[in-house]
């Protein structure tokens, strides 16, 4: 009972290490390719999970805590919006626009 227990907490370990590293390489590549765990890494342990020792997880753990404490920061940091202004933008070329004139015309003065 205890081992099944343990087994799931650790593979809930792993997923949300995982889901986060994705998170990571789609907001910030850069700061994935500096990162020690990749996702290959995190797919050979889920694959591997009963076999890797107490070290191995201890090493695990610290590894995880730390991309999560910088996933954490990640939410926190204040992320530009660019949605908003992508419509903003198109708002604007809307309201500027000219019936029956091609885009590429010039202007009337």
Known sequence: MRQRKERLERMALLKELRYNLERIYRQEKAAYKTSEVKRKDVDDWIAKIDDLSDQQWEEIENKANKILGY???????????KDNTLILE???KQKNKRFNVRDGWLPLK
């Open 71 to 81: 996933t954490n920061g990640l939410l926190l940091s204040p992320q530009p919006d």
């Open 90 to 92: 198109e708002k604007k």
